[in-house]
Protein backbone atom coordinates (compact mmCIF):
# COMPACT_ATOMS: atom_id res chain seq x y z
CA UNK A 1 0.00 0.00 0.00
CA UNK A 2 1.36 3.54 -0.78
CA UNK A 3 3.04 5.47 2.15
CA UNK A 4 1.99 8.37 2.79
CA UNK A 5 3.89 11.40 4.76
CA UNK A 6 2.85 12.01 8.39
CA UNK A 7 1.94 15.82 8.17
CA UNK A 8 5.31 16.86 10.25
CA UNK A 9 6.59 20.35 10.15
CA UNK A 10 7.40 21.78 6.90
CA UNK A 11 11.15 22.87 8.67
CA UNK A 12 11.32 19.49 10.39
CA UNK A 13 11.08 18.20 7.20
CA UNK A 14 13.16 20.35 5.15
CA UNK A 15 16.15 19.87 7.87
CA UNK A 16 16.10 16.52 6.50
CA UNK A 17 16.31 16.67 2.95
CA UNK A 18 18.83 19.37 3.72
CA UNK A 19 21.24 17.25 5.89
CA UNK A 20 22.44 15.93 2.13
CA UNK A 21 23.97 18.84 0.99
CA UNK A 22 25.20 17.07 -2.71
CA UNK A 23 21.64 16.12 -3.22
CA UNK A 24 20.26 19.67 -1.82
CA UNK A 25 22.69 21.40 -3.92
CA UNK A 26 21.91 18.79 -7.07
CA UNK A 27 17.71 19.20 -6.83
CA UNK A 28 18.35 23.20 -6.95
CA UNK A 29 20.26 23.02 -10.13
CA UNK A 30 18.02 20.56 -11.96
CA UNK A 31 14.96 22.43 -11.35
CA UNK A 32 16.69 26.37 -12.15
CA UNK A 33 17.76 24.18 -15.06
CA UNK A 34 14.14 23.79 -16.13
CA UNK A 35 13.50 27.37 -15.15
CA UNK A 36 16.03 28.42 -17.22
CA UNK A 37 14.69 26.29 -20.02
CA UNK A 38 11.54 27.99 -19.40
CA UNK A 39 12.93 31.66 -19.89
CA UNK A 40 14.24 31.24 -23.12
CA UNK A 41 10.83 29.48 -24.73
CA UNK A 42 8.89 32.71 -23.13
CA UNK A 43 11.07 34.40 -24.44
CA UNK A 44 10.58 33.40 -27.57
CA UNK A 45 7.13 34.53 -28.04
CA UNK A 46 6.93 38.75 -28.39
CA UNK A 47 2.79 38.23 -27.56
CA UNK A 48 3.93 36.01 -23.88
CA UNK A 49 2.57 38.80 -21.46
CA UNK A 50 -0.49 39.09 -23.70
CA UNK A 51 -1.17 35.57 -23.46
CA UNK A 52 -0.67 35.48 -19.73
CA UNK A 53 -3.03 38.03 -19.57
CA UNK A 54 -5.55 36.18 -21.84
CA UNK A 55 -5.56 32.77 -19.76
CA UNK A 56 -6.24 35.10 -16.83
CA UNK A 57 -9.12 37.03 -17.63
CA UNK A 58 -10.55 33.34 -19.36
CA UNK A 59 -9.80 31.76 -16.10
CA UNK A 60 -10.92 35.08 -14.19
CA UNK A 61 -14.63 34.67 -16.37
CA UNK A 62 -15.05 30.91 -15.99
CA UNK A 63 -14.59 31.24 -12.11
CA UNK A 64 -17.12 33.57 -12.02
CA UNK A 65 -19.69 31.82 -13.97
CA UNK A 66 -18.89 28.17 -12.46
CA UNK A 67 -22.25 27.26 -12.57
CA UNK A 68 -23.04 27.69 -16.11
CA UNK A 69 -20.01 26.16 -17.57
CA UNK A 70 -20.32 23.33 -15.25
CA UNK A 71 -24.07 22.44 -16.33
CA UNK A 72 -23.12 23.56 -20.02
CA UNK A 73 -20.27 20.33 -19.96
CA UNK A 74 -22.56 17.89 -18.15
CA UNK A 75 -25.31 18.31 -20.81
CA UNK A 76 -22.60 18.20 -23.63
CA UNK A 77 -20.95 15.96 -21.86
CA UNK A 78 -24.06 13.18 -21.40
CA UNK A 79 -25.12 14.33 -24.88
CA UNK A 80 -21.47 13.06 -26.17
CA UNK A 81 -22.56 9.35 -24.43
CA UNK A 82 -20.65 10.19 -21.11
CA UNK A 83 -21.68 9.39 -17.76
CA UNK A 84 -20.89 12.37 -15.28
CA UNK A 85 -20.81 11.88 -11.73
CA UNK A 86 -20.46 14.48 -9.02
CA UNK A 87 -18.41 14.16 -5.64
CA UNK A 88 -18.73 16.74 -2.67
CA UNK A 89 -15.20 15.53 -1.64
CA UNK A 90 -12.60 12.91 -2.08
CA UNK A 91 -14.49 10.08 0.30
CA UNK A 92 -17.34 10.67 -2.59
CA UNK A 93 -14.98 10.78 -5.58
CA UNK A 94 -13.43 7.20 -4.57
CA UNK A 95 -16.76 5.09 -3.85
CA UNK A 96 -18.01 6.40 -7.37
CA UNK A 97 -14.69 4.80 -8.82
CA UNK A 98 -14.80 1.99 -6.77
CA UNK A 99 -18.46 1.32 -7.48
CA UNK A 100 -18.03 1.54 -11.20
CA UNK A 101 -15.19 -1.50 -10.64
CA UNK A 102 -17.08 -3.28 -8.86
CA UNK A 103 -19.78 -3.27 -11.29
CA UNK A 104 -18.09 -4.45 -13.76
CA UNK A 105 -15.67 -6.91 -11.46
CA UNK A 106 -12.78 -4.94 -12.22
CA UNK A 107 -9.62 -6.30 -10.97
CA UNK A 108 -6.98 -4.59 -12.62
CA UNK A 109 -6.73 -0.25 -13.25
CA UNK A 110 -3.99 1.57 -14.98
CA UNK A 111 -3.70 5.25 -14.07
CA UNK A 112 -2.01 8.14 -16.08
CA UNK A 113 -0.71 10.96 -14.17
CA UNK A 114 -3.53 12.70 -12.03
CA UNK A 115 -2.91 15.19 -8.78
CA UNK A 116 -6.52 14.67 -8.38
CA UNK A 117 -6.04 11.18 -7.41
CA UNK A 118 -3.35 11.72 -4.97
CA UNK A 119 -5.16 14.17 -3.18
CA UNK A 120 -7.87 12.16 -2.80
CA UNK A 121 -5.27 9.06 -1.80
CA UNK A 122 -7.33 7.13 -4.59
CA UNK A 123 -4.60 4.30 -4.83
CA UNK A 124 -4.55 2.82 -1.31
CA UNK A 125 -8.28 3.08 -1.20
CA UNK A 126 -8.49 0.56 -3.96
CA UNK A 127 -6.15 -1.13 -3.32
CA UNK A 128 -7.06 -2.04 0.31
CA UNK A 129 -10.21 -3.25 -1.74
CA UNK A 130 -8.47 -5.47 -3.55
CA UNK A 131 -8.14 -3.94 -6.80
CA UNK A 132 -4.81 -3.45 -8.28
CA UNK A 133 -3.76 0.05 -9.56
CA UNK A 134 -0.65 0.78 -11.60
CA UNK A 135 0.34 4.33 -12.09
CA UNK A 136 1.67 4.21 -15.48
CA UNK A 137 3.81 7.74 -15.94
CA UNK A 138 7.29 7.06 -15.37
CA UNK A 139 8.02 8.99 -12.89
CA UNK A 140 4.93 8.07 -10.97
CA UNK A 141 5.88 4.19 -11.44
CA UNK A 142 8.88 5.40 -9.91
CA UNK A 143 7.67 6.61 -6.54
CA UNK A 144 5.25 3.56 -6.48
CA UNK A 145 7.56 0.91 -6.19
CA UNK A 146 9.10 3.25 -3.80
CA UNK A 147 5.83 3.21 -1.66
CA UNK A 148 6.16 7.24 -1.90
CA UNK A 149 4.29 9.71 -2.78
CA UNK A 150 5.29 12.32 -6.39
CA UNK A 151 7.65 15.00 -4.92
CA UNK A 152 6.67 17.60 -7.85
CA UNK A 153 3.21 17.51 -10.04
CA UNK A 154 4.88 17.59 -13.17
CA UNK A 155 8.20 15.96 -12.53
CA UNK A 156 7.41 13.20 -9.95
CA UNK A 157 10.25 11.43 -9.12
CA UNK A 158 12.80 14.38 -9.37
CA UNK A 159 14.01 13.96 -5.81
CA UNK A 160 15.66 10.67 -6.88
CA UNK A 161 18.96 9.98 -9.28
CA UNK A 162 19.68 7.33 -11.80
CA UNK A 163 21.39 5.52 -8.87
CA UNK A 164 18.01 5.42 -7.05
CA UNK A 165 16.19 4.34 -10.02
CA UNK A 166 18.44 1.76 -11.14
CA UNK A 167 18.51 0.10 -7.34
CA UNK A 168 14.46 0.75 -7.48
CA UNK A 169 14.31 -1.49 -10.77
CA UNK A 170 16.72 -3.53 -9.42
CA UNK A 171 14.52 -4.62 -6.98
CA UNK A 172 11.27 -4.30 -8.49
CA UNK A 173 11.64 -5.22 -12.20
CA UNK A 174 15.10 -7.86 -11.65
CA UNK A 175 17.04 -5.39 -13.87
CA UNK A 176 20.61 -5.67 -14.24
CA UNK A 177 22.64 -4.57 -10.77
CA UNK A 178 24.36 -1.27 -11.24
CA UNK A 179 23.03 -0.62 -14.61
CA UNK A 180 22.36 3.18 -14.46
CA UNK A 181 22.12 3.72 -18.27
CA UNK A 182 18.54 6.02 -18.48
CA UNK A 183 17.61 4.04 -22.37
CA UNK A 184 17.94 0.14 -20.42
CA UNK A 185 16.12 1.59 -17.67
CA UNK A 186 13.19 2.91 -19.49
CA UNK A 187 13.16 0.22 -21.97
CA UNK A 188 12.62 -2.24 -18.85
CA UNK A 189 10.17 -0.13 -18.00
CA UNK A 190 8.46 0.01 -21.01
CA UNK A 191 7.96 -3.58 -21.04
CA UNK A 192 6.68 -3.88 -18.10
CA UNK A 193 4.29 -1.04 -17.90
CA UNK A 194 2.91 -2.87 -21.65
CA UNK A 195 1.99 -5.67 -20.20
CA UNK A 196 -0.64 -3.85 -17.25
CA UNK A 197 -2.10 -1.68 -20.16
CA UNK A 198 -2.72 -4.88 -22.11
CA UNK A 199 -4.37 -6.78 -18.68
CA UNK A 200 -6.03 -3.68 -17.69
CA UNK A 201 -9.88 -3.99 -17.62
CA UNK A 202 -10.32 -0.02 -16.85
CA UNK A 203 -8.33 3.16 -16.90
CA UNK A 204 -8.24 6.51 -14.97
CA UNK A 205 -6.81 9.54 -16.33
CA UNK A 206 -6.65 13.35 -15.07
CA UNK A 207 -7.83 16.25 -17.03
CA UNK A 208 -5.98 19.28 -17.88
CA UNK A 209 -9.32 21.29 -19.39
CA UNK A 210 -12.48 20.70 -19.97
CA UNK A 211 -14.30 22.42 -22.49
CA UNK A 212 -17.89 23.51 -21.71
CA UNK A 213 -19.10 23.88 -25.23
CA UNK A 214 -18.16 20.88 -26.45
CA UNK A 215 -18.66 18.19 -23.50
CA UNK A 216 -15.13 17.27 -24.47
CA UNK A 217 -12.23 17.22 -22.22
CA UNK A 218 -8.02 17.22 -22.79
CA UNK A 219 -5.41 15.20 -21.43
CA UNK A 220 -1.42 16.39 -21.83
CA UNK A 221 1.14 13.80 -21.45
CA UNK A 222 4.57 13.66 -22.76
CA UNK A 223 4.92 9.65 -22.40
CA UNK A 224 1.05 9.06 -24.56
CA UNK A 225 0.27 6.60 -21.53
CA UNK A 226 -2.88 8.24 -20.95
CA UNK A 227 -4.05 7.15 -24.45
CA UNK A 228 -2.61 3.80 -24.24
CA UNK A 229 -4.68 2.89 -20.92
CA UNK A 230 -7.98 5.06 -22.12
CA UNK A 231 -7.63 2.92 -25.78
CA UNK A 232 -6.89 -0.14 -24.63
CA UNK A 233 -9.46 -0.65 -21.78
CA UNK A 234 -13.16 -1.16 -21.67
CA UNK A 235 -13.71 1.45 -19.31
CA UNK A 236 -12.00 5.28 -19.41
CA UNK A 237 -12.58 6.60 -16.25
CA UNK A 238 -11.62 10.82 -16.09
CA UNK A 239 -11.09 12.52 -12.90
CA UNK A 240 -11.51 16.72 -13.02
CA UNK A 241 -11.80 19.19 -10.25
CA UNK A 242 -14.54 21.27 -10.65
CA UNK A 243 -12.11 24.87 -11.71
CA UNK A 244 -10.66 22.56 -14.57
CA UNK A 245 -13.38 23.90 -16.85
CA UNK A 246 -12.78 26.26 -19.79
CA UNK A 247 -15.80 28.07 -21.72
CA UNK A 248 -14.99 27.29 -25.10
CA UNK A 249 -12.69 25.28 -27.72
CA UNK A 250 -10.98 28.24 -28.63
CA UNK A 251 -9.45 28.85 -25.70
CA UNK A 252 -7.72 26.05 -25.71
CA UNK A 253 -4.98 27.08 -27.75
CA UNK A 254 -4.20 30.04 -25.05
CA UNK A 255 -3.82 27.28 -22.42
CA UNK A 256 -1.63 24.98 -24.67
CA UNK A 257 0.68 27.74 -25.27
CA UNK A 258 1.24 28.34 -21.97
CA UNK A 259 0.99 24.99 -20.02
CA UNK A 260 4.22 23.36 -21.54
CA UNK A 261 6.10 26.35 -21.96
CA UNK A 262 6.23 27.41 -18.23
CA UNK A 263 6.65 23.60 -17.11
CA UNK A 264 9.65 22.13 -18.85
CA UNK A 265 10.28 24.57 -21.45
CA UNK A 266 8.90 22.60 -24.43
CA UNK A 267 7.18 25.02 -27.05
CA UNK A 268 3.87 21.99 -26.93
CA UNK A 269 3.33 18.97 -24.90
CA UNK A 270 4.17 15.62 -26.77
CA UNK A 271 0.88 14.64 -26.55
CA UNK A 272 -2.29 16.53 -26.43
CA UNK A 273 -5.29 14.36 -26.20
CA UNK A 274 -8.75 15.22 -27.21
CA UNK A 275 -11.53 13.16 -25.74
CA UNK A 276 -15.05 13.51 -26.56
CA UNK A 277 -16.90 10.34 -26.47
CA UNK A 278 -16.57 6.62 -26.04
CA UNK A 279 -15.72 4.69 -28.49
CA UNK A 280 -18.24 2.05 -29.77
CA UNK A 281 -18.35 -0.84 -26.93
CA UNK A 282 -17.08 1.50 -24.69
CA UNK A 283 -17.94 3.17 -21.12
CA UNK A 284 -16.49 6.60 -20.74
CA UNK A 285 -17.18 8.04 -17.08
CA UNK A 286 -16.38 11.77 -15.58
CA UNK A 287 -15.87 12.56 -11.96
CA UNK A 288 -16.44 16.23 -11.24
CA UNK A 289 -14.74 17.22 -7.85
CA UNK A 290 -14.90 19.63 -5.09
CA UNK A 291 -13.38 18.51 -2.53
CA UNK A 292 -12.75 22.34 -1.07
CA UNK A 293 -12.77 23.95 -4.13
CA UNK A 294 -16.39 25.73 -3.28
CA UNK A 295 -15.07 26.97 0.30
CA UNK A 296 -11.58 28.36 -1.61
CA UNK A 297 -13.98 29.79 -4.34
CA UNK A 298 -15.58 32.00 -1.71
CA UNK A 299 -12.96 33.52 -0.27
CA UNK A 300 -11.69 36.67 -1.66
CA UNK A 301 -8.23 36.87 -1.32
CA UNK A 302 -7.78 33.01 -2.39
CA UNK A 303 -10.30 32.50 -5.23
CA UNK A 304 -7.40 33.07 -7.38
CA UNK A 305 -5.84 30.05 -6.81
CA UNK A 306 -8.00 28.20 -8.27
CA UNK A 307 -7.08 29.49 -11.94
CA UNK A 308 -3.94 27.34 -11.49
CA UNK A 309 -3.60 25.27 -14.66
CA UNK A 310 -0.68 23.03 -12.82
CA UNK A 311 2.39 23.58 -14.70
CA UNK A 312 4.48 23.75 -11.48
CA UNK A 313 6.78 26.61 -12.88
CA UNK A 314 6.04 28.50 -9.74
CA UNK A 315 7.72 25.25 -7.95
CA UNK A 316 11.02 25.25 -10.28
CA UNK A 317 11.38 28.95 -9.02
CA UNK A 318 11.07 28.73 -6.07
CA UNK A 319 14.24 29.06 -3.58
CA UNK A 320 12.39 27.10 -1.10
CA UNK A 321 11.31 24.65 -2.97
CA UNK A 322 14.31 23.87 -4.63
CA UNK A 323 16.19 23.41 -1.66
CA UNK A 324 13.84 21.66 1.00
CA UNK A 325 12.04 18.91 -1.50
CA UNK A 326 8.42 18.28 -2.06
CA UNK A 327 8.16 15.55 0.59
CA UNK A 328 8.44 18.49 3.19
CA UNK A 329 4.84 20.20 2.37
CA UNK A 330 3.49 16.82 3.13
CA UNK A 331 0.54 17.35 0.84
CA UNK A 332 -0.08 16.16 -2.82
CA UNK A 333 0.44 19.49 -4.65
CA UNK A 334 3.75 21.02 -2.81
CA UNK A 335 5.63 24.51 -3.09
CA UNK A 336 4.27 27.61 -3.67
CA UNK A 337 1.11 27.05 -5.25
CA UNK A 338 -0.02 24.12 -2.79
CA UNK A 339 1.13 26.48 0.32
CA UNK A 340 -2.13 28.19 -0.68
CA UNK A 341 -4.23 25.61 -1.48
CA UNK A 342 -3.68 22.87 1.34
CA UNK A 343 -4.56 25.72 4.05
CA UNK A 344 -7.95 25.75 2.23
CA UNK A 345 -8.60 22.13 3.00
CA UNK A 346 -6.94 22.13 6.72
CA UNK A 347 -5.75 24.91 8.24
CA UNK A 348 -4.66 23.10 11.50
CA UNK A 349 -2.43 20.54 9.62
CA UNK A 350 -1.35 23.31 6.78
CA UNK A 351 -0.69 26.11 9.09
CA UNK A 352 3.52 25.60 8.37
CA UNK A 353 3.08 25.93 4.43
CA UNK A 354 2.25 29.54 4.19
CA UNK A 355 5.17 30.38 5.82
CA UNK A 356 7.92 28.25 3.83
CA UNK A 357 8.08 30.77 1.62
CA UNK A 358 10.44 33.82 1.63
CA UNK A 359 7.98 35.97 -0.43
CA UNK A 360 10.43 37.01 -2.82
CA UNK A 361 7.30 36.93 -5.80
CA UNK A 362 9.10 34.92 -7.87
CA UNK A 363 6.25 32.46 -8.14
CA UNK A 364 3.99 35.57 -9.11
CA UNK A 365 5.93 36.70 -11.49
CA UNK A 366 6.23 32.73 -13.94
CA UNK A 367 2.79 32.23 -13.35
CA UNK A 368 1.25 31.55 -16.42
CA UNK A 369 -2.30 32.40 -15.58
CA UNK A 370 -1.31 35.74 -13.41
CA UNK A 371 -1.78 34.45 -9.33
CA UNK A 372 -0.78 36.28 -7.17
CA UNK A 373 0.66 33.67 -5.30
CA UNK A 374 3.23 35.44 -2.88
CA UNK A 375 0.48 38.01 -1.89
CA UNK A 376 -1.95 35.19 -1.07
CA UNK A 377 1.25 33.54 1.06
CA UNK A 378 1.41 36.52 2.86
CA UNK A 379 -2.53 36.80 3.57
CA UNK A 380 -2.84 33.05 5.03
CA UNK A 381 -0.13 34.25 7.27
CA UNK A 382 -2.29 36.67 8.48
CA UNK A 383 -5.59 34.40 8.43
CA UNK A 384 -3.58 31.91 10.37
CA UNK A 385 -2.11 33.61 12.70
CA UNK A 386 -5.69 35.06 13.61
CA UNK A 387 -6.79 31.89 13.81
CA UNK A 388 -5.13 30.76 16.03
CA UNK A 389 -3.04 28.23 13.95
CA UNK A 390 0.36 29.72 13.94
CA UNK A 391 2.68 28.05 16.79
CA UNK A 392 3.47 30.13 19.50
CA UNK A 393 6.98 30.73 19.07
CA UNK A 394 5.89 32.16 15.43
CA UNK A 395 2.96 34.04 17.05
CA UNK A 396 5.33 35.62 19.63
CA UNK A 397 7.99 36.37 16.73
CA UNK A 398 5.70 38.02 14.59
CA UNK A 399 4.26 40.26 18.04
CA UNK A 400 7.79 41.26 18.97
CA UNK A 401 8.30 42.40 15.21
CA UNK A 402 5.41 44.03 14.85
CA UNK A 403 6.20 46.19 18.06
CA UNK A 404 9.75 46.99 16.74
CA UNK A 405 9.13 47.78 13.18
CA UNK A 406 5.99 50.04 15.05
CA UNK A 407 8.42 52.62 16.31
CA UNK A 408 11.63 54.10 14.69
CA UNK A 409 13.28 54.52 17.75
CA UNK A 410 12.95 50.77 18.87
CA UNK A 411 13.65 49.37 15.66
CA UNK A 412 17.40 51.72 15.58
CA UNK A 413 18.12 51.24 18.95
CA UNK A 414 17.10 46.80 18.17
CA UNK A 415 19.86 47.24 15.28
CA UNK A 416 21.97 48.88 17.21
CA UNK A 417 22.70 46.67 20.00
CA UNK A 418 21.95 43.68 17.73
CA UNK A 419 25.24 44.22 15.39
CA UNK A 420 26.96 44.96 18.68
CA UNK A 421 26.14 41.57 20.38
CA UNK A 422 26.84 39.75 16.65
CA UNK A 423 30.57 41.45 16.36
CA UNK A 424 31.36 40.94 19.76
CA UNK A 425 29.57 38.08 21.32
CA UNK A 426 29.13 35.90 17.95
CA UNK A 427 28.80 32.81 19.71
CA UNK A 428 25.46 33.91 21.06
CA UNK A 429 23.83 33.74 17.33
CA UNK A 430 26.48 30.92 16.02
CA UNK A 431 25.02 28.30 17.68
CA UNK A 432 22.22 25.58 17.22
CA UNK A 433 19.45 27.21 19.38
CA UNK A 434 18.92 29.59 16.48
CA UNK A 435 17.25 28.40 13.45
CA UNK A 436 19.09 30.58 11.42
CA UNK A 437 21.82 29.50 11.86
CA UNK A 438 20.99 26.03 10.50
CA UNK A 439 22.63 25.06 7.26
CA UNK A 440 24.18 28.32 6.96
CA UNK A 441 26.72 30.78 7.34
CA UNK A 442 25.61 34.07 9.78
CA UNK A 443 27.00 37.02 7.95
CA UNK A 444 28.99 39.64 9.94
CA UNK A 445 27.62 42.00 10.92
CA UNK A 446 28.57 45.88 9.63
CA UNK A 447 29.16 48.59 12.51
CA UNK A 448 26.40 50.78 10.74
CA UNK A 449 23.28 50.59 9.36
CA UNK A 450 22.25 51.53 6.39
CA UNK A 451 20.53 54.30 7.39
CA UNK A 452 23.53 56.18 9.11
CA UNK A 453 25.56 55.53 6.24
CA UNK A 454 23.49 57.67 4.44
CA UNK A 455 22.79 60.09 6.07
CA UNK A 456 26.77 60.57 6.72
CA UNK A 457 27.12 59.94 2.74
CA UNK A 458 24.53 62.66 1.99
CA UNK A 459 25.74 65.15 3.86
CA UNK A 460 29.06 64.58 2.29
Same mark, same amino acid.
Given at each position: ???? @? ?89 ? /???? /? ?25 ? /? ?64 ? @? ?91 ? /? ?129 ? %? ?26 ? %? ?15
Amino acid at each position: MEKF @LKPVEHAVAAEKFISDEARTNWHDETLWFVRAKRDKIVHKLPEWESLRELGSQIKNHALSNLDTYLLAFEKNAQANGVKVHWAADAKEHNE /IILE /IARKNNVKKIVKSKSMLTEECHLNPFL /ISKGIEVVDTDLGERIVQFRNEPPSHIVLPAIHLKKQDVSDTFHEHLHTEKGNNDPQYLTEAARQH @LRNKFIEADLSITGVNFAVAETGGFVVCTNEGNADMGAHAAKIHIACMGFEKIIPKAEHLSVFLRLLTRSATGQPITTYSSHFHRPRKGQEMH /IVIVDNGRSKQLGREDFRNSLKCIRCAACFNTCPVYRRSGGHSYHNATAGPIGSILNPNINMRENADLPFASTLCGSCTNVCPVKINIHEQLWKWRQVLTEEGYASSGKTAGMKGMAFVLSYPKVFRFAGK %AGRWIIRMFPGLVNNTLNPWYKQREMPV %APKHSFRDWYIKNKKA
